[in-house]
């Protein structure tokens, strides 16, 4: 993908001109070209996934099935495979190409469909559109059927089992799993878009990396939609049996779902930038540098009784100037310090005390979205966020401190240990 290439670098060196704020980097027709390539890249990725799917239905045509038993009648026998390209829309894609060589020493079998696949077709406008739609009602075998009618390969000429394994493919793209894989921390949040919310979860790694986990629309951030998606990654692999730390905003959907699902394994830090805003819209703007300053020394103490008590003095001291500023502090005011609790290293609780990881990634989408005046049927605002945020996932960096992120789990587990006794105890 060397255009996309090209345009992605000259848009990065605009991002480390004004210090990594991507938004502030780039104007309204650059923002609607980005989201445009990641849908595209995504179209791009689905033709390349039948075009291999296509080469290995033609070579069983020829070789029979893969490890058959019945070697009566066969013509050709599998002999390796090398490095090779198709086109789609216009660009070089590689692949592992597959070889066969017929059984009566004619030397190797010339691959039709490699041949057609190397012509310089276009995925049409409306034909990407139509996969794209597929993608996101979950219509596999159908998103197939679209690519391959792009690649000009006749429908008979293709069996069922092409179809459904190749549509497995599809799915997996598309239906991440996430099996084995240990997230130190899930972030959760919402965003409006068009009157709909959607609910997008992101996890940090236990190496720092930043992966899309799951989104879901709903009317709002309500907690049924929330518990079903996290039920729905649970699904896909995401363990729920261990201590994991939880960054939320003060949505309490959000809270019943995580508790919902996860139980005592969810340990829940509130979003300090969220929590600030919502104490600031009770005050008058004379007393936020007051608040700041109280707020910054409480959150940024070592020592979690120190803390504790320091916003504590802070309630004290909003419950003289406006006792609904107090009551908003004093509502999970604990929660604020969870990563003080867990001893998480300074370096590490700027990324953690905030739900900015994943606003970031929801900036790009918001922009576009915005312009938008009509939306034609609710997939569409599920396939633009989606691609959205996908395409944010291919410039994600490791969280900064992730080189703490060890101490971070330690903690968890210890934890997650104290728990089992005191659940053994209870048993006996």
């Known amino acids: 993908m060397r255009r996309y290439s090209r345009w992605s670098s000259a848009a990065s060196r605009k991002v480390r001109a004004v210090g990594g704020q991507v938004v502030a980097a780039l104007d309204r027709g650059e923002v609607l070209e980005l989201l445009r390539e990641g849908l595209h890249n995504l179209a791009v990725e689905l033709g390349r996934v039948v075009a291999v799917g296509l080469l290995e239905d033609e070579v069983n045509r020829v070789c029979g099935v893969r490890y058959g038993h019945d070697s009566a009648g066969r013509k050709a026998t599998r ?18 190409r597959p070889r066969a060589r017929y059984t009566d020493g004619r030397g190797e079998v010339k691959l039709e469909r ?14 990407l559109r139509r996969m794209l739609h597929g993608v996101s009602g979950r219509n596999y075998e159908e998103v197939v059927g679209r690519v391959r009618e792009s690649f000009g390969v006749k429908r008979a000429s293709v069996s069922r089992a092409f179809v459904r394994a190749t549509a497995d493919r599809v799915r997996e793209l598309c239906e991440r799993r996430w099996d084995g894989v240990r997230f130190a921390a899930i972030v959760i949040d919402g965003k409006s878009f068009a009157r709909e919310m959607m609910v997008a979860v992101l996890g940090i790694t236990v190496d720092g990396a930043k992966q899309i986990l799951g989104l879901r629309q709903g009317a709002s951030e309500n907690a049924q939609v929330c518990k079903d998606l996290l039920e729905l990654l649970r699904e896909r692999g995401v363990a729920t049996d261990v201590p994991t730390l939880f960054v939320l905003d003060g949505a309490k959907a959000l809270r019943a779902a995580v508790i919902g699902v996860w139980g005592e394994n969810a340990l829940i830090q509130r979003c300090r930038v969220h929590k600030k805003r919502n104490i600031k819209a009770y005050l008058e703007q004379q007393h936020w540098p007051e608040l700041e300053r109280r707020l910054a020394e409480a959150w940024g103490e070592e020592d979690y009784g120190r803390a504790l008590a320091l916003l504590k003095q802070t309630v004290a001291w909003l419950g003289r100037i406006n006792p609904d500023a107090a009551a908003s502090l004093r509502e999970g005011l604990e929660e604020t310090l969870t990563i003080v609790r867990l001893g998480v290293h300074r370096a590490l609780r700027k990324t953690l005390a905030s739900t900015n990881v994943i606003e970031s990634a929801f900036s790009v989408v918001e922009q576009v979205t915005g312009r938008v005046k009509r939306w034609r049927g609710g997939d569409m605002r599920w396939r633009w966020c989606a691609a959205g945020l996908l395409h944010a996932e291919q410039h994600f960096r490791r969280v900064d401190g992730y080189r703490h992120i060890g101490a971070l789990m330690a903690a968890l587990d210890r934890i997650g240990r104290a728990a089992a006794v005191d659940g053994t105890e209870k048993v006996a």
């Not at 490095?83 to 590689?94: E, F």
């Open 79 to 96: 002999h390796g495979g090398q490095r090779g390209w198709v086109m789609v829309d216009g660009q070089k894609l590689p692949l592992a």
């Open 114 to 127: 490699y041949r057609e696949l190397q012509q310089p077709r276009r995925l049409r406008e409306t034909v």
